[in-house]
């Protein structure tokens, strides 16, 4: 199932909350119509929290997880972490990383087993990644857009990458993740996919402008529904392509 919604008057959803298998992250603001969402559906299943992230509200951009791990900037506080640790199921592993490219959620993109990096992370950042994680890394563009976490959204189902992805990069990065990939948009038509989303092994939550064309073609590459199958997958991306020629 895939569900609209979104924060303030934004559709960047995945810009402010990070969600994974086993807890869910969402900012500390006046917004109770974009909590209710995520603890309507989730509150039974994974603990939905609320905290900052360096006194920021962009959570989904600043720190990036799996349900083995977080990994959060240098700027987050040592409330925040003690917060985090407090809240966070026992068996997640926990790091705070000096890093350049501290926007960690717009440079790293991951599911429980692999994740996809920015080209030039620090060689440090990275084997934190893979111990707190419990990740394989690999340093990758998406239709040479550096920012991996920002143009591609994975889950151990299935990954949605930059509408303009060739196909022969998709089936490379398909063997390479061990999961079904498809090129795809979200709200409208938006290459930013990681920002336009958050999605687990069993829901996603998209941005408010997110079309039925896009809901549809989440709910296929993610498994999200029981009756989709490859070729509604074909079907959606080629609706998609003529809706970005057009």
């Given at each position: 199932?895939?569900?609209?919604?979104?924060f303030?008057?934004?559709?960047?959803?995945?810009?402010?909350?990070?969600?994974?298998?086993?807890?869910?992250?969402?900012?500390?603001?006046?917004?109770?119509a974009?909590?209710?969402?995520?603890?309507?559906?989730?509150a039974?299943?994974?603990?939905?929290?609320?905290?900052?992230?360096?006194?920021?509200?962009?959570?989904?951009?600043?720190?990036?997880?799996?349900?083995?791990?977080?990994?959060?900037?240098?700027?987050?506080?040592?409330?925040?972490?003690?917060?985090?640790?407090?809240?966070?199921?026992?068996?997640?592993?926990?790091?705070?990383?000096?890093?350049?490219?501290?926007?960690?959620?717009?440079?790293?993109?991951?599911?429980?087993?692999?994740?996809?990096?920015?080209?030039?992370?620090?060689?440090?950042?990275?084997?934190?990644?893979?111990?707190?994680?419990?990740?394989?890394?690999?340093?990758?563009?998406?239709?040479?857009?550096?920012?991996?976490?920002?143009?591609?959204?994975?889950?151990?189902?299935?990954?949605?990458?930059?509408?303009?992805?060739?196909?022969?990069?998709?089936?490379?990065?398909?063997?390479?993740?061990?999961?079904?990939?498809?090129a795809?948009?979200?709200?409208?038509?938006s290459?930013?996919?990681?920002?336009?989303?958050?999605?687990?092994?069993?829901?996603?939550?998209?941005?408010?402008?997110?079309?039925?064309?896009?809901?549809?073609?989440?709910?296929?590459?993610?498994?999200?529904?029981?009756?989709?199958?490859?070729?509604?997958?074909?079907?959606?991306?080629?609706?998609?392509?003529?809706?970005?020629?057009?």
């Amino acid at each position: 199932m895939a569900l609209r919604t979104q924060f303030q008057n934004s559709s960047d959803i995945g810009v402010f909350a990070k969600l994974t298998n086993s807890y869910c992250l969402v900012p500390i603001a006046e917004c109770e119509a974009f909590y209710s969402v995520f603890e309507g559906e989730l509150a039974d299943v994974i603990k939905v929290i609320h905290t900052t992230v360096g006194g920021c509200r962009i959570l989904g951009r600043l720190c990036v997880g799996n349900k083995n791990g977080l990994l959060l900037p240098n700027s987050t506080t040592d409330k925040e972490l003690q917060h985090l640790r407090n809240s966070l199921p026992s068996s997640v592993k926990i790091a705070r990383v000096e890093e350049r490219l501290s926007a960690l959620g717009n440079v790293i993109a991951c599911n429980d087993y692999v994740a996809l990096v920015h080209p030039d992370l620090d060689r440090e950042t990275e084997e934190v990644l893979a111990d707190t994680l419990g990740v394989e890394v690999f340093r990758q563009t998406l239709a040479g857009q550096v920012l991996v976490g920002s143009y591609c959204s994975l889950t151990n189902q299935g990954g949605i990458v930059h509408p303009k992805t060739p196909i022969e990069d998709q089936d490379e990065l398909s063997s390479l993740l061990a999961i079904p990939l498809v090129a795809g948009t979200v709200n409208r038509g938006s290459d930013n996919v990681g920002a336009g989303m958050v999605v687990n092994d069993w829901i996603a939550f998209c941005g408010q402008d997110t079309t039925a064309t896009e809901i549809s073609l989440i709910e296929s590459i993610f498994k999200l529904t029981d009756n989709k199958g490859p070729s509604t997958i074909t079907q959606m991306r080629s609706v998609l392509v003529e809706s970005m020629v057009a």
